[in-house]
Structures are given as structure tokens and as C-alpha cells.
């Protein structure tokens, strides 16, 4: 496997596999270009170096917003609406391919000379993408010399352009800047992290987190829990949480992790106080009360003023941060304070020399709107990829390269 900075692009096609996934208004203007941005020093090394660049990429699921007449909703999810920014961004001229595979895609991309750049129609404009095919894997491969894969938010995926392209590149693949980061703060928390090592971990539901969670037991030294999820940790503990989301099937599993938990002597740290409202709205009414003890009717919205400074706490104190999940329903200003104080707490304790790692869309979500993504280590572009990867889980996309399996 090359590294990108040993490799000698001069005079190559390279075909890069990028996550340009972003969201578009109903203008079909660009409202958050943070996926773009991540990839362009990899774009940019290329063409410095001497080569040319052919993007590919998937924008949205195309498949499943079909027109009323059954045909694909071209307009919607062309790639076409990025050339503009791309171009600005890079600061050169982006061609445009107005399908990924086809002569007339063939032959645009044959054409490129060094330091040229074309960027190829939505990938799953063909079904063959997401089914994996072979045949389509091929055909995409005649776009370039060498392939680069910098996608990591599909590197869980084993489709066409990112796991199965993979083996027409037998020697000449290798992961962009991107991917790099991605495995390298993967690895910074569970193998190299300094202790303490603290995992926050938050959102609606225990289910979607167990893995995860056993996975890190053995990795870390606390365990701060927030969200929705906590409130079925408190009912199994017993506690009382009125009409607050609880997942009444993983009780026992609740139960189950916070024992493993004390075995291996992590410390949990559930909110020992919560915002609570009744109703699921900015305009209800509020209280705090123990998270022991919600009123019938009431139900838990944020982790309450006495578990952020706990949590805080917890966090300043710490020297390795994974962090994934909102403490509350931050969307809503009423019950953004608990996640609020969660995003400037890992920004402080990065200025004092933590390593931090933030992913899952909600996390990033938060860390964005408090502009804080410049002022922590790692902000992961692939948050089911990034889970995934942590649970231990191998990435078709990562082992079609590094030979992983």
C-alpha cells in the first residue's frame, strides 16, 4: 500500500473517491461545504504534484425520490450544482462529466492533462453503485492510473466506487488525506490515548450505542451518558422518568453495561439532574428535578444545571475525548444548554493539550453551530463509518486498500 506523500503523481490520472454528499436549498446552493473542504488538500497534493484529477462521488439516494413519472430527478441530484464552488475552492477550472461512465466520460477524462480537474455525474444515478457490481466497478476504473480513496463517510459501504474498484488497482490504490485522519483519530482513542481516556456518548437511544459502548469498556476510564438514552438507564436503575423516552426492551442491557462497567472499573456517569418539560416543544413548561425522579406527564429534554458541572468536570479533566451524541434536544433553545456546555467543555480541555475526537452527525451538528469545530482535533466526516469503525467492525472500503480483513 502507497502513502499519498511517497506517491509519484506526476503524469497520472488519479481517480478519487470523495464524499461529496453535501446538503442543497431548493436554489440547489450549497448550505454546508464541510465535506468539500475536508478533501481538498488531498485535490490539492495531485495537482501540485503533477497529476490530473477525476472525482467521483454519490449526492443523496436518487433511487428513492423517484419523479411521479418514475424517472430519476436528475435536476435534484446532479453533481453539476458543486462545479461552481469546486472550482472557487480549488482555485482552477472543474470540468464536468454529465454521466460517471459512457465514451463521452471516457473520453473527457483520456483527454486530462496535468493539473486538470473533471468531476463525474452522481455515481448512483446507476443501481450497479450501491448493488456493488463488478462490471460498473470496471468501467469506472478506466477513469484513472491510480486510485485514491478519501470517502471515509462510505468507506463502510462495500459498494462499486470504494470496496469493489479497490482490486482493478492492484498495486496503485491508497487512501487520501482524509481517510488518514479518519483511522489515525480512530486509533488515537482507543490504542494511543492518553489517560484519562473519557467516551461521551449521547443521543435518543441505548440500542443504536450498545456495540459501541462494550467495545470502548475496555478502552476507557469514564463513561459520561446523556440524551434520550439516559432515561432508560435511570428507569433500570429504578428511577422514576414520567413520560421521557425509554427504550423498556433494553432495560436489562442497561443494567448489564453499567455492571461490566464497574468491573472493569470505569467510571458511568449518568445526569443526576435533568431539564424536564411537558411537552416536546421550546414553549412548554420547564423544571429541573432528579433524573430519579421525573413527574408522571413530564419527561427529560436535557441534562440538568448539576450534571453539567459534573459532566464538565469529568471532561476538563480529561486527556483523550471521544465524543458522540447531544446531551439534549439542542435544536430546541430551551433545552440546548446541557450540549452547549458538553462542546465548550471538550474545546477547553483540547486548548489544555487533550486529543478530542467528535462524530455522529448530532455531535457535529452541535460543534458547528457553537463554531467550535476549529477548536477540537478531529471533527469525523463519516459518522455511521466512524461507529462502525470503532465498534471494531472492518470497513470494506479501508481493507480494500490496506488488505485488512
Not at 180 to 208: D, H, L, M, Y
Amino acid at each position: 500500500m502507497h502513502h499519498i506523500d511517497q506517491y509519484e503523481f506526476s503524469g497520472k490520472r488519479a481517480l478519487i473517491r470523495v464524499d461529496f454528499n453535501v446538503p442543497l436549498n431548493n436554489q440547489n446552493e450549497i448550505t454546508d461545504d464541510t465535506r468539500i473542504r475536508a478533501v481538498l488538500p488531498t485535490l490539492r497534493k495531485i495537482l501540485d504534484a503533477g497529476g490530473s484529477v477525476v472525482i467521483m462521488s454519490h449526492l443523496g439516494r436518487p433511487f428513492k425520490k423517484l419523479l411521479p413519472d418514475g424517472t430519476l430527478d436528475v435536476n435534484r441530484f446532479s453533481l453539476q450544482h458543486l462545479v461552481k464552488h469546486l472550482s472557487k475552492c480549488l482555485g482552477c477550472p472543474v470540468a464536468f462529466a454529465e454521466d460517471c461512465i459512457g465514451e463521452s466520460a471516457f473520453r473527457q477524462s483520456a483527454g486530462l492533462k496535468a493539473g486538470e480537474v473533471l468531476l463525474l455525474e452522481n455515481l448512483r444515478f446507476h443501481r450497479e453503485e450501491t448493488k456493488g457490481d463488478e462490471a460498473f466497478a470496471q468501467k469506472l476504473a478506466r477513469h484513472g492510473d491510480v486510485y485514491v480513496n478519501d470517502a471515509f463517510g462510505t468507506a463502510h459501504r462495500a459498494h462499486a466506487s470504494t470496496a469493489v474498484i479497490a482490486a482493478r488497482f492492484p498495486t496503485e490504490k491508497l487512501f487520501g488525506y482524509l481517510i488518514e485522519k479518519e483511522i489515525e483519530s480512530v486509533a488515537q482513542v482507543v490504542s494511543k490515548g492518553k489517560k484519562p481516556v473519557t467516551a461521551i456518548i449521547g443521543g435518543a437511544k441505548v440500542s443504536s450505542k450498545i456495540i459501541i459502548i462494550r467495545q470502548l469498556l475496555d478502552k476507557i476510564d469514564n463513561l459520561v451518558i446523556g440524551g434520550g438514552m439516559a432515561y432508560t438507564f435511570a428507569k433500570a436503575q429504578g428511577g422514576k422518568v414520567g413520560s421521557s423516552l425509554v427504550e423498556e426492551e433494553f432495560l436489562d442491557t442497561a443494567n448489564e453495561l453499567l455492571q461490566v462497567a464497574e468491573e472493569k472499573g470505569v467510571c458511568i456517569l449518568l445526569p443526576s439532574d435533568s431539564v424536564v418539560a411537558d411537552a416536546f416543544s421550546d414553549e412548554a413548561n420547564r423544571q429541573t428535578c432528579s433524573t430519579l425522579e421525573i413527574p408522571d406527564g413530564w419527561m427529560g429534554l436535557d441534562i440538568g444545571p448539576e450534571a453539567t458541572r459534573e459532566y464538565v468536570a469529568c471532561i476538563e479533566n480529561s486527556r483523550t475525548l471521544l465524543w458522540n451524541g447531544p446531551m439534549g434536544v439542542f435544536e430546541m433553545d430551551a433545552f440546548q444548554s446541557g450540549t452547549k456546555a458538553t462542546a465548550y467543555a471538550v474545546a477547553k480541555a483540547t486548548e489544555q493539550g487533550a486529543f478530542s475526537l467528535v462524530g455522529g452527525g448530532d455531535s457535529v451538528a452541535a460543534v458547528n453551530k457553537y463554531h467550535l469545530a476549529e477548536q477540537v482535533n478531529h471533527v469525523s466526516t463519516g459518522g455511521g463509518a466512524m461507529l462502525e469503525y470503532l465498534e471494531g467492525k472492518v470497513l470494506p472500503g479501508i481493507a480494500a486498500i490496506s488488505g485488512e480483513n
